[in-house]
């Protein structure tokens, strides 16, 4: 067979994973405070980017100020998170699904899948196209977080582990946020039920879980409580000790008569005693860390109420940095420039300096754009409570306003929301659905675990319900629930089962 070379013409659309749309990717998933960080490696690679400082994110720039990128979009006229602007420069749209749409046609194509979740180059090798390697020279963005484990980490890991319910661990979290440096919760549990819009008994319950967490002692309410629960994890809490720990000032004052007379022991017993408290921590929190506990998260939106009774949603401005490109001392440098060398890297300098600019611009645009619409969606779990968190998945907001599922997700990935019920991250809001009974509107499932939790604190101790009775009373409600599942929840939420109830309240009712 006889070979020959000829000169075909091709027209394909091939997917071109540039470096500035890897690191578009990356920004959308940085949360203020990373990005941040971000933003001032950048101004010291970059002598055109500068930051201005005490200001908040807003549509208009100061007359006083550099210019920004001079074809950078208004606020209004963006509905992407890429726009014309990424596609003009990459020719390529952001808001699209990179996990599984790579090929090999170009090198600027031949990345992995995962760099599309935070990989990218940095800015400085971007000026002259890009490169075909597409390693991260600064590290990978976990490897600048501190690697030890405060105490605010070890809490919440044993939140997710141990609570089954998404309420208990909600409100489980909102605890958490009013620990002090010592490791006492003195909050007030009535304004932290007025806050989140529950029943003053589910924030007790909560506590009662949390403070069975490590160190011995967390949660407590104050010094007697705190080392009552280390004696009662060490089988010590019997009723001399308790009276002991509900006069320590009179322990304080050494007043060693009464406290023989209220302890009711002798003076060896009662030395035992005091040496067994000396012997506890006083200050749980700070015998886990030296740093004791991080600082509560800082949030990305901030979230309020509005003269109309809507919502007013905005990023946070003491995290978000505002960037600009100094075009003046660009037209300066580049007037004293001489050499091709000289030439070329300032191009290249303002090239960078411009492309961040529309990157910050439109990954705050989109923030404000997918949060606002989760909390129009949630509106009634803002305004009435828990109990009304509504069923919703990605693909929700994503329809809504016309973005790719994976875009919402990034967006809403390690990014937190101040709202009037307390600080959540924006993934709390999605949760499953639970079709109605009647055809209405479907219910969440955390609301429906709730509802569950509720009918059983409620329940008559004579008529304890059962599963099967359960269903009965959430379907009259409208919720259309299987008895499985709601086993499934009452085990999740370590709920005994309707016979150990029954034995349980009728031991309690007889005094045992």
């Known amino acids: 067979?006889?070979?020959?070379?000829?000169?075909?013409?091709?027209?394909?659309?091939?997917?071109?994973?540039?470096?500035?749309?890897?690191?578009?990717?990356?920004?959308?998933?940085m949360n203020n405070l990373e990005l941040s960080s971000f933003v001032e490696q950048e101004i010291e690679r970059n002598p055109l980017l500068e930051v201005e400082e005490e200001r908040p994110y807003s549509e208009e720039t100061p007359s006083d100020a550099p210019e920004p990128v001079e074809d950078a979009p208004n606020l209004s006229e963006v509905d992407t998170v890429a726009g014309q602007d990424f596609a003009e420069e990459s020719g390529t749209a952001l808001d699209v699904d990179y996990d599984n749409t790579f090929n090999n046609d170009s090198p600027g194509d031949q990345v992995e899948a995962g760099m599309a979740a935070g990989g990218g180059e940095a800015f400085d090798s971007w000026g002259n196209g890009g490169s075909s390697d597409f390693s991260d020279p600064t590290g990978d963005l976990e490897r600048t977080l501190a690697e030890s484990k405060t105490l605010r980490d070890h809490l919440i890991q044993q939140i997710n582990m141990e609570l089954g319910d998404t309420v208990m661990r909600m409100v489980a979290?909102?605890?958490?946020?009013?620990?002090?440096?010592?490791?006492?919760?003195?909050?007030?549990?009535?304004?932290?039920?007025?806050?989140?819009?529950?029943?003053?008994?589910?924030?007790?319950?909560?506590?009662?879980?949390?403070?069975?967490?490590d160190p011995t002692g967390i949660f407590a309410r104050d010094l007697g409580e705190c080392l009552a629960l280390q004696l009662r994890e060490q089988n010590r809490l019997d009723p001399a000790i308790q009276a002991l720990l509900d006069n320590l000032e009179m322990l304080a004052r050494h007043d060693i008569p009464g406290l023989l007379r209220v302890c009711d022991v002798d003076q060896e017993d009662l030395?035992?005693?005091?040496?067994?408290?000396?012997?506890?921590?006083?200050?749980?929190?700070?015998?886990?860390?030296?740093?004791?506990?991080?600082?509560?998260?800082?949030?990305?939106?901030?979230?309020?109420?509005?003269p109309g009774g809507d919502w007013i949603i905005e990023l946070n401005p003491d995290t978000l940095p505002r960037v600009l490109v100094n075009n003046a001392y660009h037209a300066t440098v580049s007037r004293q420039a001489s050499d091709q060398d000289s030439k070329k890297y300032?191009?290249?300098?303002?090239?960078?300096?411009?492309?961040?600019?529309?990157?910050?611009?439109?990954?705050?645009?989109?923030?404000?754009?997918?949060?606002?619409?989760?909390?129009?969606?949630?509106?009634?779990?803002?305004?009435?409570?828990?109990?009304?968190?509504?069923?919703?998945?990605?693909?929700?907001?994503?329809?809504?306003?016309?973005?790719?599922?994976?875009?919402?997700?990034?967006?809403?990935?390690?990014?937190?929301?101040?709202?009037?019920?307390?600080?959540?991250?924006?993934?709390?809001?999605?949760?499953?659905?639970?079709?109605?009974?009647?055809?209405?509107?479907?219910?969440?499932s955390e609301a429906v675990r709730h509802r569950i939790k509720a009918l059983i604190d409620e329940e008559n101790p004579k008529?304890?319900?059962?599963?099967?009775?359960?269903?009965?009373?959430?379907?009259?409600?409208?919720?259309?629930?299987?008895?499985?599942?709601?086993?499934?929840?009452?085990?999740?939420?370590?709920?005994?089962?309707?016979?150990?109830?029954?034995?349980?309240?009728?031991?309690?009712?007889?005094g045992g």
């Open 173 to 213: 979290l909102h605890l958490l946020d009013h620990l002090d440096a010592s490791g006492y919760m003195r909050a007030d549990l009535d304004e932290i039920a007025e806050t989140l819009g529950c029943d003053v008994d589910l924030i007790h319950r909560t506590l009662a879980q949390v403070q069975q967490f």
């Open 346 to 444: 300032i191009a290249e300098c303002f090239q960078t300096a411009n492309w961040l600019v529309k990157a910050l611009h439109q990954r705050a645009t989109t923030i404000l754009k997918v949060s606002s619409e989760l909390v129009g969606q949630q509106d009634a779990f803002f305004s009435k409570g828990v109990g009304y968190l509504k069923p919703l998945i990605l693909r929700d907001i994503a329809e809504a306003i016309e973005m790719h599922e994976s875009t919402v997700s990034r967006v809403t990935s390690n990014k937190f929301i101040a709202t009037p019920r307390g600080i959540y991250e924006l993934k709390f809001f999605f949760t499953t659905a639970i079709a109605s009974a009647d055809g209405g509107e479907a219910h969440s």
């Open 271 to 306: 030395a035992d005693m005091i040496g067994e408290i000396r012997r506890l921590d006083p200050k749980p929190a700070l015998s886990y860390s030296d740093e004791g506990l991080a600082q509560p998260v800082t949030p990305d939106i901030l979230m309020r109420a509005g």
């Open 1 to 29: 067979m006889a070979l020959n070379v000829r000169l075909d013409i091709r027209q394909a659309q091939t997917l071109v994973m540039t470096p500035q749309l890897q690191q578009a990717i990356k920004l959308l998933q």
């Open 463 to 510: 008529k304890v319900l059962s599963d099967d009775k359960i269903v009965e009373h959430l379907r009259a409600e409208g919720i259309d629930i299987a008895r499985r599942t709601v086993a499934k929840y009452r085990e999740a939420m370590k709920i005994p089962s309707s016979v150990d109830r029954r034995r349980q309240k009728k031991m309690q009712l007889n």
